[in-house]
């Protein structure tokens, strides 16, 4: 009596299907999750050199698309990244940057790996390989361009976890020497300006009679306490050491160090010429007519 082959066990629903793809020379696996919005059939298909491969990529996919996440097969990080930038606005200067260094580095070393077969061993490898010729914050500004970018992909259900999130950076390399003036420079610098006052760089008298106040002023005339010399007045260059001003009102405005005003000097007012600076006599102080 021939004994008869047992019948092979029919996969469970929901299995896919495994196939010989003779043009590719490849198993082909496909699940089918119905049908998309113009009607056609959804069946995102896997593949591999032998069935086993393949059962695994299967396996892979169903439970990315329990959790939610229906991930792209040819979506690679330099579209992941490229999809970020376009979705974000910054100034010129910063988009110039960023641009700028995924160019010159995410693209040509990562950039063509496929976004859902990033691990967190290539991430940290990229940046113990960048590590050896940039310095450390441009190392954490690519790290925030891949980690930004990846994460807009979860929000998109694009890819699952963040691998970049995982990894530390490596310290880099030392950046240029600071163009920051030390605290000794700084106290030098402060010690040459203090009592010096911008602007005003010499003292004169503006007056049409003998006695007048002193003015700080300015190497085009102009008077500190904001007065314009009278027409008959004459300006007569007294000094340049500002310690010699003795209208009030320029010494507030200069920021001098003059020494504090005599009895016959008053304060300087807009509302009267420069000739009012002038000490007045002994009797009128006193309100003697």
């Not at 069935?51 to 991930?71: C, F, M, S």
């Not at 160019?103 to 290539?122: C, H, M, S, V």
Request: charged content about 30%; hydrophobic content about 30%.
């Amino acid at each position: 009596m021939a004994t008869r082959e047992p019948k092979k066990r029919r996969r469970d629903r929901g299995d896919g299907s495994i196939t010989w793809d003779k043009i590719n020379k490849c198993y082909t696996g496909r699940i089918s999750l119905g049908y998309k919005g113009d009607g056609a059939r959804d069946r995102p298909t896997v593949r591999g050199a032998t069935k086993t491969e393949v059962k695994e990529k299967l396996d892979q996919l169903r439970a990315e698309i329990n959790a939610g996440v229906r991930p792209r097969a040819t979506y690679t990080v330099e579209q992941c990244v490229k999809d970020w930038l376009d979705s974000i606005e910054r100034d010129p200067h910063t988009m110039e940057t960023i641009v700028g260094q995924a160019q010159n580095w995410i693209y040509p070393k990562i950039g063509a790996r496929k976004l859902r077969d990033f691990t967190a061993t290539e991430a940290d490898n990229f940046f113990k390989e960048l590590g050896q010729v940039l310095s450390k914050r441009t190392l954490v500004m690519i790290k925030s361009t891949l980690r930004r970018s990846i994460r807009r992909a979860q929000v998109h259900n694009l890819i699952a976890r963040n691998v970049v999130e995982l990894i530390d950076l490596p310290s880099g390399q030392p950046g240029r020497q600071s163009r920051a003036m030390t605290q000794a420079q700084a106290s030098k610098v402060l010690k040459a300006a203090g009592g010096q006052a911008s602007g005003f760089i010499k003292v004169v008298r503006a007056s049409k009679g003998p006695y007048g106040v002193s003015h700080a002023a300015t190497d085009t005339g102009e008077l500190a306490c904001g007065n314009k010399p009278h027409a008959d007045a004459t300006v007569a260059d007294v000094s340049t050491e500002l310690k010699d001003v003795t209208c009030r009102a320029d010494r507030n405005s200069a920021s001098t160090t003059a020494p504090k005003p005599t009895a016959g000097s008053r304060r300087c007012s807009s509302s009267r010429s420069p000739s009012a600076c002038a000490p007045e006599s002994s009797a009128s102080s006193r309100g003697i007519t």
